[in-house]
Nanobody, 116 residues
Framework: QVQLVESGGGLVQAGGSLRLSCVASRSIFSISAMGWYRQAPGNQREPVASFTNSGIINYAASVKGRFTITRDNARNTVYLQMNGLKPEDTAVYYC??????????WGQGTQVTVSS
């Protein structure tokens, strides 16, 4: 199993920025895909951003142009830079990783709250 630990959530005013971090317990070279989902109260978990080791990066339409996913292989860390935050971005953000060996793993989640 790949253990994932997120951090960086918090309370921010609309228009502000946050950077989420997700540290993996194993080298992300061995992980075929990583990314972020989010879940707002009463809603289903939805994809936010992801990348694959083949270089494919995807963003949800609602965050494209505002959020950026990056990776630091040396630190086994994936980041989600969130700019221009809106109240509708309020949710618990979950990091995930997909590995051929360990399947899909999830972090514990980090709360992001955007006030209007």
């Amino acid at each position: 199993q790949v253990q994932l630990v997120e951090s960086g959530g918090g309370l921010v005013q609309a228009g502000g920025s946050l950077r989420l971090s997700c540290v993996a317990s194993r080298s992300i070279f061995s992980i075929s895909a990583m990314g972020w989902y989010r879940q707002a109260p009463g809603n289903q978990r939805e994809p936010v951003a992801s990348f694959t080791n083949s270089g494919i990066i995807n963003y949800a339409a609602s965050v494209k142009g505002r959020f950026t996913i990056t990776r630091d292989n040396a630190r086994n860390t994936v980041y989600l830079q969130m700019n221009g935050l809106k109240p509708e971005d309020t949710a618990v953000y979950y990091c995930y990783a997909v590995s051929g060996t360990y399947g899909r793993s999830w972090g514990q989640g980090t709360q992001v709250t955007v006030s209007s």
